[in-house]
């Protein structure tokens, strides 16, 4: 798909990784419109987009309200048109054990990403159906693909994600509408601020693989969605891994689990 002046909608688009892959959008000529709830931060993110002369439209709504979602989504089809193309980035989610992990907690972070991509999916596809074009991309990390010790709700919710998109992929086979699934490692980015203790479980097996830039991020994700990729997964290094993986599946979980963090004794 060419981006040129085509309407893209991206979540969680007040910083990190959303904020890459919207400013990524508008590079290629789209017109984007930012969702999260946080207002001010959306206004920074679409301000330095206008100030390059693209569009960009923001909204401010709880993801995981399925009727603010909806009547944001009406909204946006009345005002702007039916997105092009969405991008379901929005995501939460603490590093934890199950016993440091509230129910409360677990049920927080398999609503972002898992319930409000679905509920974003929700409010626009009757319309792309009978349009019968678009494209639906899902943020997802490895975690999606394989597991560590101590963040295990976190872990859950990304194969959710993961699910969900292989299943509406097969949904909406022999119609126009295409589905890409993200994967990837550690992005530089405000997450980690906002989840003190989470970045010290990594694996130490990820230290082989490079930290990304949301920038690169962004790159990746209008590439996946130019050349219609079934699946997203950055840095080049991390496929190794991912090939690693698939041949050897028991022994590389082996050494995910004896790498990973161990809890205090």
Known sequence: M??????V???GASSGMGEGIAKAMAEKGARVILLARNRAELNRVADAIKSTGAEAHIYTVDLKDA?????????????????DVIINNAGSGKWRF??????????????LPYFAAFNVVHAFLPEMLKRNSGHIV???????RFVWPGATAYTAARWAVRGFTQALRADLDGTGINVTLYESG???????????GSAEREPKMAVLIPKLTPEQVGAAVVCGVERNK??????????IVYLQHALFPG???WLMTKSGYKRPK
């Open 2 to 7: 060419k981006l040129k002046d085509k309407l």
């Open 9 to 11: 909608l991206v979540t």
């Open 67 to 83: 009727d603010a979602v909806a009547t944001v989504g009406a909204q946006i089809k009345h005002s702007l048109g039916l997105p």
């Open 98 to 111: 199950v016993d440091e992990t509230t129910p409360a907690e677990a049920v927080e972070m398999m609503a």
């Open 138 to 144: 899902n943020i997802s990390s490895v975690a999606s």
């Open 186 to 196: 550690m992005v530089k980015s405000p997450y980690w601020e906002h989840n003190p």
């Open 230 to 239: 079934k699946l997203i997964v950055i840095p080049f290094m991390m496929k």
């Open 251 to 253: 022994i590389f979980q």
